[in-house]
């Protein structure tokens, strides 16, 4: 049973950081696709980053050159550095994981196998 258990979230004020965690159970980071993609009301669901198995990375251009993703594969445990915050950013992030051959476009297409249950992320300008 595959489960994903964000963490990390919380209110800041923009040009702030947060750093957001996601422990993985039930599988091998060696076998999938992490990511994140968030979601904020009454809006579409929006990729943010993903990373495979070899370390590529790809990121949404709203974030990038903000928000790095990176992974501890002995801790299995996937991370989003977030810098320079906007109030834009307000939204409940989701950790996600996927196996498939475009794991990586999934993921930025807010879609994927598994996915957590979500911290909440607030910035206030």
């Known amino acids: 049973q595959v489960q994903l258990v964000e963490s990390g979230g919380g209110s800041v ?4 950081s947060l750093r957001l965690s996601c422990a993985a159970f039930g599988y091998s980071f060696s076998m999938y696709c992490m990511g994140w993609f968030r979601q904020a009301p009454r809006q579409e669901r929006e990729g943010v980053a993903a990373i495979d198995s070899d370390g590529s990375t790809r990121y949404a251009d709203s ?8 992974q501890d594969n002995a801790k299995n445990t996937l991370y989003l550095q977030m ?21 990586l476009g999934r ?16 910035v206030s300008s």
């Open 13 to 16: 004020q923009a040009g702030g």
């Open 63 to 70: 974030v990038k050159g903000r928000f790095t993703i990176s």
């Open 83 to 103: 810098n320079s915050l906007k109030p834009e950013d307000t939204a409940m992030y989701y950790c996600a994981a996927d196996s498939s051959v475009f794991c």
């Open 107 to 122: 993921i930025l297409n807010g879609d994927g196998n598994y996915r957590g249950q979500g911290t909440q992320v607030t």
